[in-house]
């Protein structure tokens, strides 16, 4: 379910990092010694040309560490309460500043091991630069989550199927593509479904497109679970 605001963006932008209560140890950490690691709510580096955000957005969320080797080999331990509402996006950032029409490609490819308990989704999250519109694709989920908005139907679209969900969040359009199979790795053709939007539906003209981000939209996870991105790789022309 897709509810951050742009003042929850402009935040995670800008807000230095704060400490959490309760510092935990990083669970989830490769054999290897991470590069960088954070359970700072706003924790962010940038490596390799991606930017990673801990980014503990939403109330009511427990403790959360993300670790990584790389922008595109990272984790994350999260021990969030068994209660309703998003809690937390981590993720990895990739930056675009692109017109749709200007894009000759823009694709994804992508490698998850994530837990077979808790409520979440592992996403992509992508916006236009003046956060005006935003656009999800599930390419898993777990547990009592769900997208913002009413069901558009089925469409089939950058190498896979998907349901489509649009909405409001009172802060901007919210366009989600929920997988119709659960994955954990694949690559997805991300323009085309960014010209459906604008030439098929007509929801928007032609957006310059910010940010590609990809994560794990969390809502609970008690106990504490990992997540982990094996592999990553946003690529545009």
Same mark, same amino acid.
């Given at each position: 379910?897709?509810?951050?605001?742009? /003042?929850?963006?402009?935040?995670?932008? &800008?807000?230095?990092? &704060?400490?959490?209560?309760?510092?935990?140890?990083?669970?989830?950490?490769?054999?290897?010694?991470?590069?960088?690691?954070?359970?700072?709510?706003?924790?962010?580096?940038?490596?390799?040309?991606?930017?990673?955000?801990?980014?503990?957005?939403?109330?009511?969320?427990?403790?959360?560490?993300?670790?990584?080797?790389?922008?595109?080999?990272?984790? $994350?331990?999260?021990? %969030?309460?068994?209660?309703?509402?998003?809690?937390?996006?981590?993720?990895?950032?990739?930056?675009?500043?692109?017109?749709?029409?200007? &894009?000759?490609?823009?694709?994804?490819?992508?490698? $998850?091991?994530?837990?077979?308990?808790?409520?979440?989704?592992?996403?992509?999250?992508?916006?236009?630069?003046?956060?005006?519109?935003?656009?999800?694709?599930?390419?898993?989920?777990?547990?009592?989550?769900?997208?913002?908005? +009413?069901?558009?139907?089925?469409?089939?679209?950058?190498? %896979? +199927?998907?349901?489509?969900?649009?909405?409001?969040?009172?802060?901007?359009?919210?366009?989600?593509?929920?997988?119709?199979?659960? /994955?954990?790795?694949?690559?997805?053709?991300?323009?085309?479904?960014?010209?459906?939007?604008?030439?098929?539906?007509?929801?928007?003209?032609?957006?310059?497109?910010?940010?590609?981000?990809?994560?794990?939209?969390?809502? /609970?996870?008690?106990?504490?679970?990992?997540?982990?991105?094996?592999?990553?790789?946003?690529?545009?022309?």
């Amino acid at each position: 379910m897709a509810t951050r605001t742009l /003042s929850r963006i402009t935040k995670a932008l &800008l807000a230095p990092a &704060l400490a959490l209560g309760a510092t935990v140890g990083l669970a989830s950490a490769p054999a290897q010694a991470a590069v960088w690691s954070s359970c700072d709510q706003w924790g962010n580096t940038t490596l390799n040309g991606y930017t990673l955000y801990n980014n503990i957005w939403g109330s009511g969320a427990g403790s959360q560490c993300v670790w990584a080797n790389s922008g595109t080999n990272w984790g $994350v331990w999260a021990d %969030h309460p068994n209660t309703g509402g998003i809690k937390s996006y981590p993720n990895s950032k990739k930056v675009i500043n692109k017109s749709i029409t200007s &894009l000759g490609s823009l694709s994804s490819s992508y490698n $998850v091991t994530v837990p077979s308990s808790g409520a979440y989704n592992t996403s992509y999250d992508i916006w236009d630069t003046d956060y005006d519109y935003e656009i999800m694709l599930w390419v898993n989920y777990n547990g009592a989550v769900g997208p913002l908005g +009413t069901s558009q139907g089925n469409v089939t679209l950058g190498g %896979h +199927t998907w349901t489509v969900y649009k909405g409001n969040n009172g802060a901007n359009e919210v366009y989600s593509f929920l997988r119709t199979s659960d /994955s954990t790795s694949g690559t997805v053709n991300i323009l085309p479904i960014l010209k459906w939007i604008k030439d098929t539906k007509g929801w928007f003209g032609n957006e310059t497109i910010g940010d590609v981000q990809f994560g794990y939209e969390i809502t /609970s996870s008690s106990g504490g679970l990992d997540f982990q991105t094996n592999n990553l790789t946003v690529s545009s022309s």
